[in-house]
């Protein structure tokens, strides 16, 4: 099986840019669908960012489009969530998440492995 293991996060002011890192422990990550999802206090998991190892294509939630990019690093296994004019609405304890089969990219639930996630805190 596959890990994800976020890491990157911290807290910024608004305006702000942070870039956040999944890496594989265990088997990698290709022929999967990585996905970002992110959940804020009293709220459900939603969707931010996905990424298919295979071919790299991309998609993004409309509240993080234009703002927010995904990318893979092939030699280093890994997912970046590069998150650029970031605002308080964006706060939120963001999850990696791998799939085992390719399925619906923006439903949590067609992801098999998460990590633990990591805490973004954006100050106004």
């Known amino acids: 099986q596959v890990q994800p293991v976020e890491s990157g996060g911290g807290l910024v002011q608004a305006g702000g840019s942070l870039r956040l890192s999944c890496a594989a422990s265990g088997r990698t990550f290709r022929s999967r669908t990585v996905g970002w999802f992110r959940q804020a206090p009293g709220k459900g998991r939603d969707f931010v960012a996905a990424i298919v190892w295979s071919g790299g294509s991309t998609s993004y939630a409309d509240s993080v489009k234009g703002r927010f990019t995904i990318s893979r690093d092939n030699a280093k296994n890994t997912v970046y969530l590069q998150m650029n004019s970031l605002t308080p609405e964006d706060t939120a304890v963001y999850y990696c998440?791998?799939?085992?089969?390719?399925?619906?990219?923006?439903?949590?639930?067609?992801?098999?492995?998460w990590g633990q996630g990591t805490q973004v805190t954006v100050s106004s």
């Open positions: 998440a791998a799939q085992i089969m390719l399925g619906s990219r923006r439903n949590p639930n067609e992801y098999d492995y």
